[in-house]
């Protein structure tokens, strides 16, 4: 097991590295650009959901929509929640279900808040660094 200050230097390095990333965005993106992004955005999650490493890097587009439009969140149950600290979560984060290794069964991935507009870069960025490099 590393050491909690250990992850919380990982944590920091990878949340102001993006945080660079993002703030550049209007600058040209190449696919070494778009590639460090996405490997900073799969270790984050992967750290942060105690994770095996490819489970983050096996995410789908279609996952990430879902996500990002609460597909996996029943409204109705989020209206009676009454407890601060359980809204406070739900706007904390945005949740994707994956296929488990070896297993027909779905794993709950947490995307925290931090990591959602990074995400968005990836999916707006995808089509122009791909096409663009051949």
């Not at 919380?8 to 949340?15: D, P, W």
């Not at 703030?23 to 959901?49: A, M, P, S, Y």
């Not at 597909?71 to 904390?92: F, G, K, Y």
Request: charged content about 25%; glycine content about 4%.
């Amino acid at each position: 097991m590393p050491l909690e200050k250990d992850v919380q230097i990982l944590r920091n390095f990878i949340i102001s590295e993006v945080k660079v990333m993002v703030q550049e965005g209007d600058e040209v993106w190449d696919k070494h650009r778009f590639i460090r992004l996405r490997n900073l955005i799969c270790t984050r999650l992967t750290v942060f959901n105690a994770r095996r490493g490819g489970e983050s890097a096996r995410m789908l587009l279609s996952d990430w929509t879902d996500a990002e439009e609460n597909a996996w969140i029943d409204p109705q149950l989020v209206q009676n929640v009454s407890n601060p600290l359980e809204t406070s979560l739900l706007n904390q984060f945005k949740l994707v279900y994956q296929s488990g290794k070896g297993s027909r069964r779905l794993v709950p991935v947490l995307i925290p808040n931090d990591t959602v507009e990074p995400l968005r870069i990836l999916v707006q960025k995808k089509g122009a660094v791909w096409y663009s490099t051949k």
